[in-house]
């Protein structure tokens, strides 16, 4: 059954006394919806990974889930309905709600050796802030390992070159940091193809170290020649041939009077890296499958075959099978390429490296700028830990540089961090205001061509400046310029 009632309290009341029987019915079906909408928070609470708690005006504890329980080690039954000042001295949530604001994913340690994300707000009745809640995720193993990472800097950095030279020798793929089961898995690939002679076909977003891999397929390789590299991308389409192949003497107007050996030629015996595969301009594409196929070439201006045995690796961060579709890749270089193909996993696939990643690099700039860094701030672990990294580890390294440069005492801490790292206010007013209905690939395309445009201006369009700002190679700029609708000026 169903009441709608249109009547004040004191209509409601005689209508009640007047009809008990009504109003036990009444009573009945408000106190089954109540049991309901209790059982189903119940569920909720027990369900999820983070730690609630709900207090009311006057700071008691109302609400404290599974949780909680296990993160604080405090029992519900001790904590609900007494007053949460006597179990916490540092109080986000109590402020959050005096404050009428809200927080989200920031930084707490809400008591000693206990550091958490939190995100909380004030309950809100007709207007009236009638208590708060606040959902906290555990990072206390995080930090821990900061911590202890930070407490072993000195013993690491006198064994460091002891430990460089002993996994020089025995294992070539150490300089690749990090044990996320994605980058493992990476490595793994790379080092059972390493010994062979196939083609490898490097895939992954700029920044994520396809160079790196391919200097360590190399080394393991144990071929004799030595590892050259061309960026397919930062060669013109008119000297490509010239540098890829060489040239004869006075082959064309402007040549060097002896003739010139080009990259494939160097690289006989040893490892060429293909990079940003997908910018090599599609007449070079027919002249490297055939090249691929007779294992021979010809100078510029020549008319005798040379013949080369090099192991190819080719990278790229480019949708090769769209290319296909679009006539702009050749299908037959295609599958000469990808006989092994490895995917190199982004930043943001990889969070749990973060820390090592960081300690890494923090040791090598403090090292090379002479600086006396030993230990890195949690809140700066968490701020890292929590960015989405779209320049991956080029850009993580960039910053740790930065920060290393910029820092002033032993601690490195969120001081000197880009301002694009800030929290942003993620308040139900600020996303009211700003009418955030945005999807989410919308928002970031749009940040990033303003980014893009706002870069492009501060270097006078010049565009090999530009992307050396942005931390991208120059022929991913263009990529993008033209992806988003940037005119070249």
């Not at 079906?29 to 569920?43: G, K, M, S, W």
């Not at 990974?49 to 405090?74: F, K, Q, R």
């Not at 977003?205 to 393991?220: M, N, P, Q, R, V």
């Not at 540098?243 to 010139?260: N, Q, S, V, W």
Request: hydrophobic share 40%.
């Amino acid at each position: 059954m169903s009441h709608h009632f249109h009547l004040n309290r004191e209509e409601l009341q005689d209508y009640c006394m007047n009809q008990p029987e009504k109003m036990i019915e009444a009573y009945e079906e408000l106190f089954a919806q109540y049991r309901i909408q209790q059982a189903r928070l119940n569920a909720l609470l027990e369900t999820v990974n983070e730690a609630i708690c709900i207090i009311d005006e006057s700071d008691t504890v109302v609400v404290w889930n599974p949780c909680a329980e296990y993160l604080y080690g405090i029992a519900a039954t001790d904590i609900i309905n007494k007053p949460i000042e006597r179990f916490f001295s540092n109080l986000m949530l109590t402020k959050v709600m005096k404050e009428r604001r809200t927080v989200h994913e920031q930084y707490h340690t809400p008591c000693p050796d206990t550091h958490v994300l939190i995100n909380a707000m004030p309950v809100k009745l007709a207007g009236q802030v009638i208590g708060g809640v606040c959902a906290e995720r555990d990072i206390t193993e995080v930090v821990r390992l900061n911590q202890k990472l930070s407490k072993t800097h000195e013993e690491v950095e006198s064994l460091k070159l002891e430990i460089d030279k002993i996994n020089a020798q025995t294992d070539c793929f150490s300089p690749i940091y990090g044990h996320s089961v994605a980058i493992r898995e990476a490595i793994s690939i790379a080092r059972r193809v390493a010994t062979t002679n196939v083609p490898v076909l490097l895939r992954g977003e700029s920044g994520t170290g396809k160079e790196l891999f391919s200097k360590a397929i190399h080394d393991a390789s144990q071929r004799e020649g030595i590892f050259v590299a061309i960026n397919c991308g930062a060669i013109s389409a008119s000297l490509f041939e010239s540098e890829l192949f060489g040239y004869e003497p006075g082959a064309f107007t402007g040549a060097d009077r002896k003739g010139k050996i080009g990259l494939l030629e160097q690289a006989n015996g040893g490892t060429l890296l293909l990079d940003e595969l997908g910018d090599m301009p599609k007449e070079m594409q027919v002249k490297l499958l055939r090249t691929l196929q007779d294992k021979s070439f010809y100078r510029v201006g020549g008319n005798k075959p040379i013949y080369v045995d090099v192991r190819i690796i080719a990278a790229t961060h480019r949708n090769l099978e769209e290319m296909i579709g679009k006539g702009e890749f050749r299908e037959d270089l295609y599958y000469r390429l990808n006989v092994v193909s490895i995917s190199l996993p982004s930043l943001r696939d990889r969070l749990d490296d973060i820390p090592e990643l960081v300690h890494k690099g923090v040791q090598y700039y403090d090292t090379i700028h002479n600086k006396k860094i030993s230990k890195v701030d949690p809140a700066l672990m968490a701020a890292l830990i929590q960015y989405s990294w779209p320049g991956n580890i080029r850009e993580l390294f960039n910053v740790l540089e930065r920060l290393v440069i910029l820092a002033d005492s032993s601690i490195l801490n969120l001081t000197n961090l880009p301002s694009h790292f800030k929290q942003p206010d993620f308040s139900l007013d600020h996303l009211e205001k700003h009418k955030m209905d945005a999807n989410l690939s919308d928002v970031t395309v749009t940040i990033e061509k303003e980014m893009i445009t706002m870069v492009l201006v501060e270097e006078k369009f010049n565009k090999a400046a530009a992307a050396k700002k942005l931390g991208i190679p120059r022929s991913t700029l263009y990529y993008k310029m033209q992806k988003l609708g940037l005119k070249c000026q």
